[in-house]
């Protein structure tokens, strides 16, 4: 599903691509996915494909109207957590829901939330701020096998929000449609 979101400067996202390959290499297989187009990112809405290409000129115009509003700034990576939907453990890296993110999530919805019809669960009353970690296959073994191989970093590390970006993370083709800087 594609979506609204806020992605991260190159030293940040090469950051966390050089634990996802230290894991890759550990476990010997590519169970998380680094590509080039799949950003690191938080996601504040997510759309329905086809709502999203009948609006893609009120989202990028909204995108830019945020993004001049704002200037780049650091995000504080605090721990791991799970949630689970069927048969997939969802891993994420936790964040606390700091005001310039409040605002931009705020400032997304107010622009755009008259054209999400997909899900309230990124609404700013339902939010749980995450960075999902991209597991190929997140079943129960492979996503605790990942969990105990970053639960050994070192956490309250840093990372450098710099755009408002409108993006797809599918794992095997992920795209950014379109982002502006912050």
Excluded at 11 to 16: H, I
Excluded at 40 to 46: A, E, G, Q, V
């Amino acid at each position: 599903m594609p979506g609204i979101t806020l992605i991260f400067n190159d030293k940040s996202t090469k950051k966390l691509e050089k634990e996802y390959r230290k894991i890759n290499k550990k476990v010997g297989k590519n169970i998380l996915s680094i590509k080039k187009d799949l950003k690191p990112h938080i996601t504040l809405m997510y759309f329905q494909k086809e709502k999203g290409k009948k609006n893609l000129e009120k989202i990028n115009n909204a995108i830019s109207k945020i993004a001049k509003k704002y200037k780049s700034y650091k995000l504080i990576v605090n721990g791991l957590a799970i949630f689970i939907r069927g048969d997939n453990y969802i891993l994420y890296f936790t964040t606390p829901y700091n005001n310039v993110l409040q605002n931009i999530h705020n400032d997304v919805w107010k622009e755009l939330g008259n054209i999400n019809t997909y899900s309230n669960h990124y609404s700013p009353l339902q939010f749980t701020p995450h960075i999902t970690i991209p597991i190929f296959k997140s079943n129960k073994t492979n996503t605790f096998k990942i969990m105990s191989e970053l639960s050994k970093i070192k956490f309250d590390f840093e990372l450098d929000v710099s755009a408002l970006a409108y993006l797809t993370g599918n794992l095997n083709t992920p795209e950014v449609y379109f982002k502006k800087k912050l």
